[in-house]
Each structure stands twice: as C-alpha cells, then as structure tokens.
C-alpha cells in the first residue's frame, strides 16, 4: 500500500465533475547504466510528461512509482532541446510535478486494487528493471487480469516480456501490440547495446507486432492492453487510456 508519506507527494487532482476520481498508477524505472556504455539512461522526458499532463487535465489523481522509490533517473539526453515539447516545458515550470517526481514511491508499497489504470513511460531504463521487476510484473498480471488499462510506450512495452494472461500464456500472445521498432534502434545506434530489442521480444512473445513511420505517433489498442511505438506516441497512448476508462 502507498504510505501516507507517498501520498502527500503523489499529484492528486481531484474531478471538477463531482464523481468518482480516476486514480492512475505511473511506473518509472530506477535504471542508469546505459549497459557498458558508460553513460547514462533513465525514463525519456517526453514520454513521462506528455502522459502526465493528459491524465492530470482530465481530472485523475496521479500516483507515481519506481522500483527503488525516490527520484527516478532521467536519461539525460532526453533534456536536449531538439527533443523538448510544449509537455516538457510546462513540466520544467510546475514545481508540483517536479515534487511528485522526486519522491516516487516504492514499487513494494503499491497494490493494484488501488488503481483503475497502469502506465509505463520508456526511455531505455525500462527494459533492463523493469522488464525483470517481480513486483512489476505482478501489477501487470493483475491489473490486466482485473480488465484495467495497462499501458506503455516506446520502450517500456518491453515490460511485458515475462508477463503472463491469466490462463499462464505470454501477456502479448496473439494481441495486437507495438513498440520501439528496430529501425529506431538502430537509427539512435544502441542495438548492440541493449539486453533486448522491443520488437523482438514482443514478437517472440506471440504479439502482432505493427508499425508506423520511425519517430511519428503510432499506438495499438487491443482489448485493455494499449501500447506506443515511440515518444511522439506518448500522448496518443495516454488519450487512448482515458478513453477506456
């Protein structure tokens, strides 16, 4: 469960609507290491922000979380101006989110029941944590098996990759998905550096895997899973949540 602590930080919007708040779960990684590069990784900017922005206007409670809890590692490539949007710059002025962002809480501390929807930003942290987490996975059989949205794009859908259905088959199998395609791997030259390509994977897992044009806006939705191939995908994946709620 999430402490109080964790609660005063979370960001809690409150509907103008007078029913009841959707509360929405964002999973982030506490990975660095960009493997033996010796640089460094984290969550992609864009990718958190945009989502964060379309959920918190929508009236949701935001809740965010990360394996080690505290403040997630930002892939410091993603700060560099060619890859700023009106999304990241309103999160560089909102001392509120930025607040919410240091003080994550513990992937350990969170239940499932206490969430109608689940989002994973990518950047390339996600798929060496994430995608391994037990906790993570957890949240994810459950929240899909309960009929939850459960979300991610770019990178992140890789967490899906040990994640099964509830009849004990690969979460992705015979599902529509989509994810960081090669072409977009080896256009940013990490193939040889990454544990696993996203796309892959989720073929190798049983997903259909499909595609749009590298780094334009492309999302699946199958059923409650809903998946983004890219950052420009990140707010598209986000609406795509709101409205299966």
Known sequence: ???????????????????????????L???????NTGKKTGFWLEEFAAPYYVFKDSGAEITLASPKGGQ??????????????AATER???DKEAQAALAN?????????????????????GPIWDLAEDRHSIALIETMYAQGKPVSAVCH????????KSPDGSPLVQGKSVTGFSNSEETAVGLT???????????KKRGGTYSKGADWQSYSVHDGNLITGQNPAS???VAKAVLAQL
């Open 192 to 202: 040889d550096v990454v544990p696993f390509l996203v796309e892959v994977e989720l």
């Open 156 to 163: 992140a859908p890789g967490v899906f990759r040990h994640a």
């Open 234 to 236: 990140s707010e598209a």
């Open 1 to 27: 469960m999430v402490t109080p602590h964790n609660l005063t930080v979370a960001t809690a919007i409150r509907s103008n609507s007078g029913g009841t708040t959707m509360k929405i779960l964002m999973v």
């Open 72 to 85: 997630p590692p930002l892939d410091p490539k993603s700060t560099e101006k060619e890859f700023q949007t």
């Open 29 to 35: 990684t506490s990975h660095e290491e960009l493997g």
């Open 91 to 93: 999160f560089r002025a």
């Open 104 to 124: 994550t809480a513990k992937l350990t501390e969170i239940s499932p029941a206490d969430y109608d929807a689940l989002f994973y930003p990518g950047g390339h």
